[in-house]
């Protein structure tokens, strides 16, 4: 990719992008790349919802201070660290947004279902205002979206955002939504089923896994959430990495063929370690 580009990442939360293609951007930023990440969910409301689901996240996350400053400032310095540029929109997240005073998603579930039609609605053009704002000022923009896998609704809007960006002629690549991917076995499937009769082509590229290890450690108040502790943290990534791989790695390909799972994949990697990471990428036509 030429310098003269800029590579932004629609990042539905603040440690999404990292969490699904930290490599990448590790990489792109490694060959002097122009790298900036614009996350959509970042704000809390004047005023919070009287749901039981907001309460629940809001208590979880008090355990910590305050639980989206802390995670702002994880963001920051990750990003700063390795040069990238951090664009914020003021959204709410979902368990937050309400319409008529009621809140659009009050349970768990609801988080993973059809995003409201007025949530939808009313998000799209903002977040498509915000990135047309960035494009006046570059010549060459690749736009990278997640696919959406896992269904939660903030993926699905940040996913509908990159294909209109697309239909209306922005280069756009698309990436899988982890760890959402990892637990779903057909979830790219079902992700790019929601785009109808598009063509795909995937490209994987060789990632240095331990310096998406060392940036995920930095989301501390995200670890035992999405990962329960550090062990956990390293061996999943790693393995899950390692599984993309065997597109472009002929051990990692005859590991996968030899020793799947079990028992034979843990002899097999105490006696070889791992050959390889990688992290997929998909493109549309």
């Known amino acids: 990719m030429m310098k003269e580009c800029l590579n932004i990442y629609l990042s539905p939360h603040y440690d999404d992008a990292i969490l699904s293609c ?12 122009r790298v900036g990440i614009l996350t959509l969910c970042t ?23 305050d639980g989206m400053a802390n995670r702002r400032v994880e963001n920051a310095t990750v990003l700063s660290n390795w040069g990238v540029q951090n664009w914020e929109c003021s959204t709410p997240d979902a368990i937050f947004r309400t319409g008529g005073g009621t809140s659009y998603y009050q349970s768990r579930a609801d988080l993973f279902c059809e995003p409201h039609i007025d949530d939808a609605a009313f998000l799209l053009p903002v977040w498509e205002e915000w990135l047309q704002q960035l494009a006046d000022k570059e010549k060459n923009i690749l736009l990278y979206a997640p696919l959406g896998v896992g269904g939660h609704v903030d993926h ?5 955002l990159g294909q209109r960006m697309g239909q209306t002629g922005w280069k756009v690549c698309f990436y899988e939504d982890y760890p959402y991917v990892e637990l779903e076995s057909d979830g790219v499937k079902v992700a790019q089923a929601k785009f109808e009769s598009y063509k795909w082509t995937s490209r994987t590229v060789s990632i240095d896994v331990q310096a998406k290890i060392d940036a995920l450690r930095a989301y501390h108040t995200q670890i035992g959430p999405v990962f329960g502790c550090d ?16 597109d ?7 590991r996968a063929i030899l020793a799947p799972s079990g028992r034979r994949f843990r002899l097999w990697r105490l006696l070889f370690d791992y050959h390889a990471h990688a992290e997929r990428i998909w493109s549309w036509s």
């Open 43 to 65: 704000s809390l409301p004047d005023h919070v919802p009287e749901s039981a689901l907001a309460r629940q996240y809001l208590a979880a996350w008090s355990k910590s201070g």
């Open 231 to 246: 062990n956990d943290l390293v061996r999943r990534v790693k393995n899950f990495t390692a599984d993309t791989a065997c």
């Open 22 to 33: 930290g490599g990448l951007i590790y990489a792109q930023c490694r060959a002097g790349e």
């Open 248 to 254: 472009i790695n002929y051990w990692e390909r005859l």
């Open 156 to 160: 699905e809007l940040a996913r509908r």
